[in-house]
């Protein structure tokens, strides 16, 4: 008679699962601390944070567009368009106030607030069925690209620790250890400025058929021995991942200046940086209400601009 083995002890035989293995780095040691850090000053702004007039981009009885700065937390933001509605009208407003968009602390530019439950929920139908355009702005350092535009197309899912990675675009749907099963993840780019030299175009009313397409199966090969250069790149997520764009700009090679979390530097030609350099440059859907097309355009971050200007030989 075969000898019984308790499926829990140490002697049971271990099934292996064949579980798909992320092709990005893990995250750095250095980011942990800095991360920490950059929370506990973002808390400390937070507090103190109020929204000015000059900071809606647009309002209606439906909804408020906000240019929201880095390092505030989204949140924050909320409570304080609450205050600034309470102030100006005597209603209590924190009931109906609905972030459609969300921003990662450290990412700057337009959120969009809606003032009752049928328009958030609207507006939520329209982001999940992806029928909102969003672009963004980065400032990268790496080796200058030899695209123009890139489409990248990969998988997107949490490691065995937690962290955002990615993942082949052929592991999509394959599951993960205590983790949802592997999505989609597609993001196009341009590239506007390298050390100076461009300008930033005005947004394309369609995207051109000539761009590179890179389909994700395996790791990187970036030379750490390559020239450093500012690139200045405009991002269309197609779409809506945690961290997408800093994902893919990691991929890629570009990492974000400040981005310590994805190998972005930390420290760059003497100055230190609180924070990556991303900017939700522009959100544009047809108004839950009113069935118009409707566009707000946050104003360029100062590192944007300073990217557009050719650095002193």
Known sequence: MAEYIDPNSKDAPQILTNYPKPISPPLPAISKHIEQSRAMSASSRSSLFSLCRSDILFEDQWLMAV??????????????????????????????????????????????????????????KAFSDRKVTKTYLALCIGAAPTWEKITIKSGHGRSKFGAWRVYAASDVGRALPNAPAIKDMVTSFEVLSVNGQGNVKELPESRKADETVLVVEERSVIDSNARQDEILVRAFPRSGRTHQI?????????????????????????????????????????????????????????????ALQPSPH
């Open 67 to 124: 240019n929201k700065p880095q390092g505030v937390y989204c949140e924050t933001i909320l409570l304080s368009v609450s205050r600034m509605l309470d102030d100006s009208d005597g209603h209590d407003s924190c009931r109906s106030l609905h972030l459609a968009n969300r921003l990662d602390r450290d990412t700057s530019g337009v959120m969009v607030i809606t003032k009752s439950h049928q328009v958030a929920a609207k507006l939520m």
């Open 246 to 306: 800093r994902l893919h700009c990691q991929y890629l090679g570009i990492s974000i200046r400040g981005d310590v979390k994805y190998e972005g530097v930390h420290e760059w030609k003497g100055k230190i940086y609180d924070g990556h350099e991303l900017h939700a440059e522009s959100l544009s859907f047809e108004h839950p209400v009113t069935g118009v097309d409707v566009a707000f355009r946050a104003p360029l971050p100062s590192w944007a601009v300073q």
